[in-house]
Each structure stands twice: as structure tokens, then as C-alpha cells.
């Protein structure tokens, strides 16, 4: 074990099924996909998404938002501002020396990038805004956050494509028990849902194509008949705080961070290790780290993303490394693939199943793959008491994360 756990004392999700924690617990429990046709697409090769239901940015975030902050920042902010709340930590009176932010992007603001990059085509570079640079390159998020709340300890982002936000809550579990920081606010942020974007993820056949004209049914997790992912946005944070700090100010801890893995296939630019030796790595790893045996682990939230190769490997690895012993589920069957803050809504999904002792399930999942050999939670969610949990999350580059969470006292 590589140092002692730290307790997750806040949650703040904006999903495809809803801007906070609740609402989006509640659709994903329900099992029922977000993904629809998105206006924004159309005339893409692909033309559906899982996109955040229109917010107020004046409500949320103050006037003139809408101008300082690219969508990913946005996305961020809206769900950092849940999570800090939820914690119960007072940003007024805290040292913000002591408080750290490291959340994980992808890509940054690409929104930005594509409608500045269009005015220059079209009007000449005489009309490209001069706040082109601080909205978009990917540090900002956590910059806007750091400066929301005086958080002025270390400050960071980490791009590990779609496993972006579980490396981020990694490092910021590393700058915990490192004694480096009291609290982090950490997680993961992406809007991606970018006409270019799409185009991109649709010529290299990453996207699910086979349900256009019904995109509920698209991104279908470990079925037979899945054919890619749908692209989604949004944002997850974790308030994390060293368990000492939380217990001394009696707050209530939704759950621990127990352990964290990382890992490299070293394999090829966007297909998995076919055996599984990256993933192997990981989640040894993060074993190790939390001091818990590979048979302890009640629940899984798989990276699933629902392309053939990728849960293909996937839920070989879990029953070659884990046995039948935990049930699996896959949340991008309601969210869909939200890239670089997958792993962050994925770990926060996760602290709400041992806390609700619930875990919910897979949509669109109808006929499971034949290769597929692990207990796989469809139809309804399933009343289950997880004392362990797991979240993997994988990223293009064949980098891999895994977190371990364990239940709050």
C-alpha cells in the first residue's frame, strides 16, 4: 500500500442526463440513454450526441460567462461549484495555499479553436478575438477553478486522452498522502461534441453508425450488435480531502479513495493490447496501492465504451484478473463517451454506487456478446452492497487508469 486512503467528501456532475448530481444519478439508474440528434451536426457524417441540457450561465456562473469561458470551462466550473458545496468546506476560510486543483482534458476548447478559426477564413485575422488562446488551451479549466475558489496550491491538468479525469484524481491522491495539500478539488472536464471533432472520430470508425435514424439505441456497451460510441460532454468533480482534515472538521465522507494504477499497452495509437497486458498492469497496480486482494472487489464501472475491440479486451481482462465475483456496468450507455472527463463522472458514479449501495445499468445491453463472460447489470439496477469498487478508465495512446474506492466511515 502505497499510503493511506483519503476521503471523498464532494461530488459535482453535468452530464448528457443533467446539470448536478442527482438528476444525473436518477437517469442513469434508469437506464435510459440521453443520445439524440444533435442540430450542431448536422451534415456531419455523424449528426447524434449526449449533450448537456441547456443551462443558465448567468444563473450559474455570472454575467458575461458565456464570453470568459469556453464550454469545457463552463462544464467545469458548473460542477465544481456542486461539488465544493456538497463538501461543506467553506472556500472563505480555508488556506488556500493548502488546497489543490488537477483536472484532466483531452483536448480543451476546440468549440473556441473552431469558430475563431472560422472568423480568420472568413473575415481575415484583423477578427480573431484576443481571448482566443486563454479560452482555449486545456490548463484553464483548472486555472478558472483555482481562481474561483483562492485555491492557490498546486495546479494542474492531465491529458491521457479519455482517461484523462481518473489520472487527474490519481495525481491529486499522490499530492495527498504526499502531505502536499489538505484538499483537492479534482476530476475531469470535455466539450468535445465539435463538428471537426466528430468528423475526425467518424472517419477512423471509433463512432456507432448503425442507428442514426434511433440514436437511444446507439451506443449499446458489451451487446452483440454494438458498432462504436456516441461522443457526449461534461464534467465531474471530487472534493478528496487527506482523511485527518475531513475527520477533524467531522464531515460527512461519501467514500474513500483507496488506490490508484497506471499503466502504458505500448501497443498501437487507438486499438487495445488484444491480451489485456496494459490493463493488467493498471489494475494490479492499483490493487497493490489500496491493499486489497483482486477477490475483493464487489463492483466494477467499466471503461465500456461500446466499440467491439475495446469491451472485447475489457471484460476479458476484468474475469481474468478479477474472477465472477464483481457486477459491471457501463454508464455510456445514458452518457455516452465523454472523452477526457470520462473517467472522472465514471469515479464520481462509482462513490454514488457504494454510498447507495446501487449499482445501475448497462443500457441498450440486449443480447450480450458471446465473449463476453462477466455479471453484467442490465435492464434494472441492482441493490448491492460494495464494500470495493473499481473504475477503469482507457485512453487512445494505450494509456490506462484505474481507481479503487472503498466504503466512507
Not at 247 to 272: C, E, I, K
Not at 304 to 326: F, H, Q, Y
Request: net charge negative; hydrophobic share 40%.
Amino acid at each position: 500500500m502505497s499510503g493511506p486512503a483519503v476521503a471523498v467528501t464532494g461530488l459535482g456532475l453535468v452530464t448528457a442526463a443533467g446539470v448536478g448530481v442527482q438528476d444525473t444519478w436518477k437517469r442513469v439508474c434508469e437506464g435510459r440513454s440521453t443520445a439524440s440528434r444533435d442540430p450542431s451536426l448536422k451534415g456531419m457524417p455523424v449528426d447524434i450526441s449526449c449533450s448537456v441540457p441547456a443551462y443558465d450561465t448567468n444563473e450559474l456562473l455570472g454575467r458575461r460567462s458565456a464570453l470568459k469561458y469556453d464550454r469545457f470551462v463552463q462544464l467545469a466550473l458548473i460542477a465544481a461549484i456542486e461539488a465544493v458545496a456538497d463538501s461543506g468546506l467553506d472556500p472563505d476560510s480555508w488556506d488556500g495555499a493548502r488546497v489543490g486543483v488537477v483536472l484532466g482534458c483531452g483536448m480543451g476548447g476546440l468549440g473556441s479553436y473552431d469558430e475563431q478559426h472560422r472568423r480568420m477564413s472568413e473575415s481575415g485575422p484583423e477578427n480573431v478575438s484576443p481571448m482566443l488562446i486563454p479560452l482555449m488551451i486545456p490548463n484553464m479549466a483548472a486555472g478558472h477553478v483555482g481562481m474561483r475558489f483562492g485555491a492557490r496550491g498546486p495546479n494542474f491538468v492531465t491529458a491521457t486522452a479519455c482517461a484523462s479525469g481518473a489520472t487527474a484524481i490519481g495525481a491529486a491522491l499522490d499530492l495527498l498522502r504526499r502531505g502536499e495539500c489538505d484538499v483537492v478539488i479534482t476530476g475531469g472536464t470535455e466539450a468535445g461534441i465539435v463538428p471537426l471533432v466528430v468528423t475526425g472520430f467518424a472517419r477512423m470508425g471509433a463512432l456507432s453508425t448503425r442507428r442514426l435514424d434511433d440514436p437511444a439505441s446507439a451506443s449499446r456497451p458489451f451487446d452483440a450488435d454494438r458498432d462504436g460510441f456516441v461522443i457526449g460532454e461534461g464534467a465531474g468533480i471530487l472534493v478528496l480531502e487527506r482523511a485527518e482534515h475531513a475527520r477533524a472538521r467531522g464531515a460527512r465522507v461519501r467514500a474513500h479513495l483507496a488506490g490508484y494504477g497506471a499503466s502504458a499497452d505500448a501497443h498501437h495509437a487507438t486499438a487495445p493490447d488484444p491480451e489485456g497486458r496494459g490493463v493488467a498492469l493498471a489494475v494490479t497496480a492499483a490493487l497493490a496501492d489500496a491493499g486489497v486482494a483482486a477477490g475483493e472487489v464487489d463492483h466494477v464501472n467499466a471503461h465500456g465504451t461500446s466499440t467491439p475491440l475495446n469491451d472485447a479486451a475489457e471484460a476479458a481482462s476484468i474475469r481474468r484478473l478479477l474472477g465472477d465475483r464483481p457486477v459491471v456496468t457501463s454508464t455510456k450507455g445514458v452518457v455516452g463517451h465523454t472523452l477526457g472527463a470520462a473517467g472522472a463522472i465514471e469515479a464520481a458514479l462509482t462513490v454514488l454506487a457504494i454510498q447507495e449501495r446501487t449499482v445501475p445499468p448497462t443500457a441498450n445491453l440486449t443480447e450480450r456478446d458471446a465473449g463476453v463472460e462477466i455479471d453484467i447489470v442490465r435492464d434494472q439496477p441492482r441493490t448491492h452492497h460494495s464494500r470495493v469498487a473499481m473504475s477503469n478508465s482507457f485512453g487512445f495512446g494505450g494509456q490506462n487508469a484505474v481507481l479503487v474506492f472503498t466504503e466512507g466511515a
